[in-house]
């Protein structure tokens, strides 16, 4: 399973889609970018795990990030060993399946049950003759 990601002058990313990952396979997330990221610094937190690694343009998730929860990446750019710039991703819910993960954007699913709500509200709000 491979998640492009360009990484531009914005520093908010979201994926848009949903992945599925089979067991044994490997989740990979490859950075476009004109940025220079030599001395990068890739975050991953899941739960109470947190680890940074060096930044690579094909970055493999560690199969120890791989459990049910909330994926929070975080790409750093580096000059002279300081933070110039860095790149946050929206949190990437992990759900486990059978025969393997699915990733989701958890903003995306926010936004579907909000739209949800509101369609229920319309219809309770026109039953009720509230607001009206």
Known sequence: ??????????NKIQILDTYKLNTGDSAKIHFNTA??????????KNGSLKKSFAFSKDFLIPDEFLFDGRLYVKVEMKM???????????????IETEGGYEF??????????VADLEKRM???????????
Do not use: N
């Not at 399973?1 to 914005?10: A, G, R, V």
């Not at 989701?104 to 049950?113: A, M, P, R, T, V």
């Open 1 to 10: 399973m491979e998640i492009k990601i360009e990484l531009k002058c914005s």
């Open 35 to 44: 940025y220079d990221l030599t001395d990068g610094e890739i975050r991953l």
């Open 80 to 94: 002279a060993g300081k933070t110039v710039k860095h790149w946050d991703f929206a949190p990437i819910r992990i």
């Open 104 to 113: 989701q954007d958890e903003i995306s699913e926010l936004q579907s049950k």
């Open 122 to 132: 319309i219809v309770q709000e026109e039953k009720h003759k509230i607001f009206k």
